[in-house]
């Protein structure tokens, strides 16, 4: 069974913790990075951690999780979750088990940014959760990449 989670992340989450602490909060990036990779280590899952402000970057990570084996793909958009065609291809290409995580609830936020191009993709979606979304996210994943007892 493949081990390997990539957990991405899009534009202006480098700025989590200073960023509209009041929609996002405290926590920074760094410190979320810290929180998924102990969630992977109760898994026994490694986790792939990135983030960009670049669409093709994105994209490039997504088409290397496919290329080496990832088990799967927690990825927060960001702001590409309403606009990114090219996200999506690569989601769709990846073909891993794709959940979606966004810190605030988009549905209780700007009309524009309750449209996903992702969650059509995603075998889950979580939001409104705060940063733990991402915990909840690779336990999610790992319950998913279990293999069925029955």
Not at 119 to 141: E, Q, R
Request: glycine fraction near 8%.
């Amino acid at each position: 069974m493949a081990t390997t989670v990539y957990v991405l992340n899009g534009p202006n989450l480098n700025l989590l913790g200073t960023r509209e602490p009041e929609v996002y909060g405290h926590t920074t990036l760094k410190d979320v990075e810290a929180m998924c990779r102990d969630a992977g280590k109760r898994h026994e899952l490694e986790i792939v951690f990135h983030q960009s402000n670049h669409e093709g970057a994105l994209v490039d990570w997504i088409q290397e999780a496919r290329a080496k084996g990832a088990a799967g793909i927690v990825i927060n958009p960001a702001a590409y979750t309403h606009t990114s065609i090219a996200i999506l291809d690569a989601l769709l290409a990846a073909n891993v088990p794709i959940v979606e995580v966004h810190i605030s609830n988009i549905h209780a936020r700007d009309p524009f940014r309750r449209h996903s191009y992702v969650s059509p993709v995603a075998k889950a979606i979580i939001c409104g959760f705060g940063v733990n979304g991402y915990v909840l996210a690779i336990d999610g994943l790992a319950a998913m990449l279990k293999p069925s007892k029955g």
